[in-house]
Structures are given as structure tokens and as C-alpha cells.
């Protein structure tokens, strides 16, 4: 069996040589959900111990759009890193640190508090003290996105950066179930949906990013950054052109990366 520790390692070969590998689970089908966590550990681990920051976490999988097409039916929860967060200058470069990278649109959350019990849709609202709308830009080291449930969560759910808009209080942004969101590249509309497209609410996503949590005996600080998951399926990367993400009442976000 594929150790943790030599998993971890070869994904940030392939990270950094930006060469996608093959799943492990094509050679290991034994491999399971609680190996793919136990990779994304270590990964996160080595990432802190280089001197990156842990600023929040990711829902994947949480749209039926999402699970449909990349064949993984469940939710899976990732970390993010100040290295990861977009809009600090430097977004075009985005192209010359990713192999594939793909963008797609996201409903962010701050949390008002610490993370540390489990949320119920009731209790949600509560513990989030701003909302935006975010674009994610994803990137799998396996070629294609070809991957199951224990590939994607050891290489920390194809996490590669993210850009937040302008945050607003929830309370300001309206029903995020019935938001409608619209993701443009170039100008032309590539996917809509509405917010109810993350779990029902995308409220539930953070409820969902709770019980995992307390389930792993992890919690998150407030100020810390969740996004909810893809309310659409993805769209490859493009340079020089514009990919922007708008979601009624939450504002409009846009990615411009230029050639590597
Ligand atoms: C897995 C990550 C999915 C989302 O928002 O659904 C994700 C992938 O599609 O490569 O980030
Ligand atoms: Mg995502």
C-alpha cells in the first residue's frame, strides 16, 4: 500500500514540477477516505512548517453539477493557505504555478467565531459574520481530474487558489438559496445556477465543514475564510481573458491571469 508519507511526497513533485501523476487508487484500490485525509495532514503539515498560514478551509463536491462531473458523489473538505489567496498582485501569475487549472464560481463565508461545534442549518447563520462571492481556481495533480474519493482528498480536493470579492454582511445579501450566480468567461455565460445548488442552502455547507471538524478534533479561528463549493461545474483557464463570477446580492468577482 501507498504510505501517507510517500503519497504526500509525490504530490508535491508533482505540484511543483506541475506534471499530473496517475491516481493511486488505479494501482491501490484499497486506498479509502480516512488514507486520502491522513496524505492531506501530512500535506498541510509541511506547507505550515515552509512558513505558509492556514486561512480557512473548502467545501468540494457539494453541487450535484460537481459530483455529476467528476464522478465523486460526497462532499470533501480541504485547507487553504494565505500562498493560495489571489488578489494580492500577483492573480495573473496563476497560470505559471498550475498544470490545468480550471475556475469556478464559490459563495465565501468569514466566520464571526471559532469552529469548534457542530452547526445545525439553524445555528449557521450565526456563526458567519460576512459573505462574498469567490472564484476558485482548482488544479489537480491527476492528469484530466481523473481521480476518486481517496485521490482527490489526499491532494487537498484540487485546491490552487481563490479570490474574494467584497464582503457583506449576511443579513445584506439576501436568500442565498434563491441567488442566482452566473459564470462568465470572456463575456459569454458558461454556467448559472442559484445558491441552492450547494447542498439545498449553502449554509449547509458549513454545517457540513462543522461536523468534520469535531469529528477530527479540529477547529478553525474566526476570521477564517470557508468557501461552500462550486454552485456550477468548472471552466479551464484561459490567459488574458476575463472569468468572472456574479452572484445576485453578493457582488461580481474577476480573474484575469496572464500567459505563464
Ligand atoms: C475537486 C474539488 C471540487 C468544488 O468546489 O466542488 C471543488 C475537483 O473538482 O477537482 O473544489
Ligand atoms: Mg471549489
Given at each position: 500500500?501507498t504510505t ?42 509541511g ?60 459563495i ?81 455565460v ?13 449554509l ?10 469535531v ?9 477564517a475564510v ?27 468577482v ?7
Open positions: 500500500m501517507p508519507a510517500s503519497a504526500a511526497r509525490s504530490l508535491r513533485e508533482a505540484r511543483l514540477a506541475r506534471i499530473p501523476r496517475r491516481p493511486f487508487t488505479d494501482t491501490d484500490p484499497a486506498l479509502d477516505e480516512a488514507w486520502g485525509y491522513r496524505v492531506q495532514d501530512l500535506d498541510r503539515a506547507r505550515l512548517a515552509a512558513g505558509e498560514r492556514l486561512v480557512g478551509a473548502k467545501l468540494g463536491l457539494t453541487s450535484r453539477a460537481k459530483q455529476r462531473t467528476m464522478g465523486v458523489a460526497q462532499p470533501i473538505v480541504g485547507f487553504l493557505t494565505d500562498a493560495m489567496q489571489l488578489g494580492t498582485g500577483d492573480d495573473e501569475r496563476v497560470l505559471g504555478r498550475t498544470a490545468q487549472p480550471r475556475v469556478e464560481p464559490e465565501a463565508f468569514r466566520l464571526a467565531r471559532e469552529l469548534d461545534r457542530p452547526l445545525t442549518p439553524w445555528t449557521a447563520e450565526q456563526a458567519v459574520d460576512a459573505v462574498t462571492v469567490a472564484v476558485e481556481v482548482i488544479d489537480s495533480r491527476y492528469a484530466a481530474f481523473g481521480f476518486r474519493l481517496p485521490d482527490v482528498v489526499a491532494d487537498n480536493t484540487s485546491a490552487a487558489g481563490f479570490l474574494v470579492g467584497r464582503w457583506t454582511h449576511p443579513r445584506r445579501a439576501g436568500d442565498l438559496a434563491t441567488a442566482g450566480c452566473v459564470l462568465s468567461v470572456d463575456g459569454a458558461a454556467h448559472t445556477a442559484t445558491g441552492a445548488a450547494v447542498l439545498g442552502h449553502p449547509r455547507a458549513l454545517v457540513h465543514l462543522s461536523e468534520h471538524l469529528r477530527r478534533g479540529e477547529r478553525l479561528p474566526a476570521g470557508v468557501l461552500a463549493g462550486a454552485l456550477t461545474d468548472a471552466v479551464p483557464v484561459r490567459p488574458g481573458v476575463v472569468h468572472r463570477a456574479e452572484i445576485r446580492g453578493l457582488g461580481a474577476e480573474l484575469v491571469p496572464a500567459d505563464r
